[in-house]
């Protein structure tokens, strides 16, 4: 009886202590009390008098949860599945201060649907602009401790009366945001646009030209986290692949074909393919003479094909029988079906809109110069959020299929150039293999390369490490074809067709605070300390004599 | 005249005003809130010494000077052990991460200068024993407070920001006045002439850890990967206990002959 009494006290003293030393532990706030980082704000651009995205960048406001219900004034902290349109506009309705989106490291883990509606939502908020500023930042313990630290305060909006006053004088911790910046946001006035340009010469007199086509840059919701893999890393892969594979055929001049190949690397191609408009109005307008201006056989746009087991083929206009183009998807639906047989091969024919501002493939600048040409994607829809979005990394790539897609088109150019089907070959006849083979190290090396810096426009004539890869790629080009030309294009001062704004990048401070009521709530908590010092100290002689006198008593 | 949207000069001027009253509004309320907590670390900080100093009756004893010229002392001693640490333990270049147990140890011993300068002050004060202590232990723990505390607080404290440590920094300046009327009041007893033969070996147990409280509180921290509330808490029961033993052998010693 009296062992378990014992055994009783003795375990409710030992849980005490081990909970006394778990809150004293706990109480070390992981948190640092201020902590700065660098916030990618959403970009700002005009295109043809049309303004987009944000226009503000100052941001001095509390951190909020998405899910909570005072927003007005406020930084609202979303996670990826908490940005949707609904709860954008809702902010933006509520008037916050600001939108701070969390980005996580690793992207392959995000399940399906919620990357789908953050991307519907990215393509939808940048259509118009707005106030009100958008920074996207990756994750990290600081930014994921604050994002838990709200949620919770918004959760507990919904408890009782004296469990949220008592949560926000004591525990509360609140965290300020503050993005200050002395000068105002500039239009950036000197914006180039470069497009590099490689020739493989054919054999014969005058023989027609096959232009095979990409644009290299992306678009995203903020620039410096647009990698823009799959569209459009995985067209200028398959275009580099191209020009290496032909440059080894063509090398030797029993094997060349009766085509020149003009392969052409295109800037400003998010924008409406400016780049590709001011290149064409470059070599059929002011050159003498090009390549592009008679007997252009087609031109074959690459235009993202890093995915998906579709393949569409963007035409302006129903190609007739008997043209070059023609031939060559005759060439192209016989290799998919029988060597590929899954893949879905579809023809999109989408007339010209000279009323529309908005381009929505590559080709349609070559239909408006008259030169025929077709977008070959994965993608059916010209407004789809996957042509643009900071989700768009290595994750959203699946190299077999960038391989299959790259052997697609690399055969199907060698059966037409060649003239392979009419000669009798089998269907199935491989043009590349062995040493010419298309290998998988080769295409994701490539993909790794066009995916590490991002190519955002506002970055690609600035930043050094964009600066390198557009050097880069001219190197390639110029070390397996002839003619290489970089064309740099200024945009007209007076009035460009599209304006950048700066401030892509800033600097942010998040401060760990109190709420008012804390401080006074923590002066009460030393007013009555400091009264129990005072008391001790006030009766110590009281101790001090009881002290001499036990002494005395002892020695006596 | 009309605010004009698409007029670059019109967006730069009000985004300029909203920009200065937004920091004013925020400074406004910095102003008043932070320095409430610099209010709070401070007093909280500063009040038990001013308790001590009006209840140990030395405000009777004119007392004041004299704690000044035990402050002076104070910055004289560790002026003498910056210049030594300085010139005989040069920076160490180890490993990161590696506690360099023996260099601390070192350093600590350094320490004991804290106890020569109190019994130079305390052997200029001519008076009962009491009297002595607590004229030099107040003087040198408000030199530490002013010079190793004050400013961080004023610097700190008044910030945005919120964080804990600088009201742990205040609980370790009482935890500090404590501490060092204790190590006062055995440094006298270790001078006395008459003190028993008994008494020595306690006398200067108490001494040694006193000199070496730091050194043992780093010890520890590391070791056993203290929270800092885990870490104040263990300080004030280590300087509670030297105080407590140091008073019974003060009070044993004072009154038993």
Known sequence: MWGINMTLRTSKVAALLLLSVHLLHASALPAASSYGFNAYRMQQYNLHQDKHGCRGAIVVAEARSAADTILTRRCVIMKLPDFTTERYLEAKNLNAAAVLILLPQNLSSVPEDIVQGFMVAESQVLQKETLMPVYVVPEDDQLLYMYEEVSQAAATKSASVLVRVLRSIITATAFQILVSNSSPIKPITDTTIITLEGVLPGAGEDPPTIVITAHYDTFGLAPGLAYGADSNGSGVTILLELVRLFHHLYSDPRNQAPYHLLFSLTGGGKYNFLGTKRWLEENMDHAESSLLHDNVAFVICLDSLGT??????????PPKPGTPQYSFIQQLEQIISARFPWVRFGTVHKKINLQETNVAWEHERYGMKHIPGFTLSHI?????????SILDTMAQVDIRKLKRNAVIVAESLARFMYNLSDKGSAKDMQVFKGSLDIQDSHLSSLMSMMTSVPRAVQLLDREPGQLLLISTLEQEFKHYLKQVHRHTFHLDRRDPEITFFDQMSQPMMMYRVKPAAFDLFLGGCIAGYLGIVYYAIQNFGIIYTKLKATMKAKHQ | RTFNSDAQEDYWTCACHCKIAILLDLRRKISTMTLFHFGNCFSLAYFPYFITYKCSGLSEYNAFWRCVQAGATYLFVQLCKMMFLATFFPTWEGGAGVYDFVGEFMKA????????????????????????IMVAAMGWATAELIMSRCIPLWVGARGIEFDWKYIQMSFDSNISLVHYIAMAAVVWMFTRYD??????LPVTVLLGLCVYKGFLMELFVHVFLLGSWTALLVKALLTGAISLCSLFLFVTLVHSN
């Open chain 1, 308 to 317: 998906g087991d579709e393949l569409f083929l963007h035409v302006s206009r």
């Open chain 1, 380 to 388: 059916e829809n010209p407004k789809s959020e996957l042509r643009g």
């Open chain 2, 109 to 132: 011993t350094v320490d004991m200068a804290d106890l020569l300068g109190l019994h130079l002050v305390m052997s200029k004060n001519a008076g009962k024993g009491e009297y002595k």
């Open chain 2, 195 to 200: 003190l028993p033969k008994s008494f020595r």
